[in-house]
């Protein structure tokens, strides 16, 4: 295989269940995965990282660099052709890395299943919701980490350094219902 094509959903968060482990596990959330918006990604084989995009041009580079580091592949262009807003509460961050993971692992036939991506490149550490969205879809309810052994407080993915993702624990498909989502004309305060 020379070249592939995927798409990610986005995903919508509930909630985190236990933010504290007084319940003995830490985290535990609920969610959907939603068709718009998506990631579409297309990329092949290549001697050194070309990366083009609108928006995800350094994330993208930073989510490939870090892979190589791992499983030593010489490089690789990705175009990224549709793009989820960042910071908008659709799941970004974990669909474009899963979307690089995973185009990365079928081209170089890395035969990882996307649990085992998803630890290679930080993510599930707090929730599962984005990480069994890109790969299953439907609405997902997760079991959250053991409290204190698997995680003793509440950190974003980013910060939970090498915490597995949590058990799931129901995943059903969800109805074909419309869903309206607003998002307001106005500055982001993320990262502030």
């Given at each position: 295989?020379?070249?592939?094509?995927?798409?990610?959903?986005?995903?919508?968060?509930?909630?985190?269940?236990?933010?504290?482990?007084?319940?003995?596990?830490?985290?535990?959330?609920?969610?959907?995965?939603?068709?718009?918006?998506?990631?579409?990604?297309?990329?092949?084989?290549?001697?050194?990282?070309?990366?083009?995009?609108?928006?995800?041009?350094?994330?993208?580079?930073?989510?490939?660099?870090?892979?190589?580091?791992?499983?030593?592949?010489?490089?690789?262009?990705i175009e990224i052709l549709s793009e989820i807003p960042a910071h908008y509460g659709?799941?970004?961050?974990?669909?474009?890395?899963?979307?690089?993971?995973?185009?990365?692992?079928?081209?170089?036939?890395?035969?990882?299943?996307?649990?085992?991506?998803?630890?290679?490149?930080?993510?599930?550490?707090?929730?599962?919701?984005?990480?069994?969205?890109?790969?299953?879809?439907?609405?997902?309810?997760?079991?959250?980490?053991?409290?204190?052994?698997?995680?003793?407080?509440?950190?974003?993915?980013s910060a939970a350094g090498k915490v597995t993702p949590p058990p799931l624990l129901?995943?059903?498909?969800?109805?074909?219902?419309?869903?309206?989502?607003?998002?307001?004309?106005?500055?982001?305060?993320?990262?502030?």
């Open positions: 295989m020379s070249r592939i094509a995927i798409r990610t959903p986005s995903r919508l968060h509930f909630s985190l269940i236990d933010l504290n482990g007084g319940l003995g596990r830490i985290d535990g959330s609920a969610g959907i995965a939603i068709a718009q918006p998506e990631f579409r990604i297309i990329a092949q084989k290549a001697n050194s990282v070309l990366i083009n995009s609108n928006q995800y041009t350094v994330r993208a580079q930073e989510i490939v660099e870090k892979l190589k580091k791992k499983y030593n592949f010489p490089g690789i262009s659709f799941g970004s961050g974990t669909q474009i890395s899963l979307g690089i993971a995973q185009v990365i692992n079928k081209l170089y036939n890395l035969k990882q299943s996307v649990q085992e991506l998803a630890v290679a490149i930080g993510r599930g550490g707090t929730s599962g919701i984005g990480i069994t969205a890109f790969e299953q879809g439907g609405f997902i309810l997760d079991g959250g980490h053991k409290y204190p052994d698997q995680k003793s407080s509440f950190l974003p993915s129901i995943r059903c498909d969800f109805p074909d219902w419309d869903i309206l989502i607003v998002t307001p004309d106005c500055n982001q305060i993320s990262g502030e």
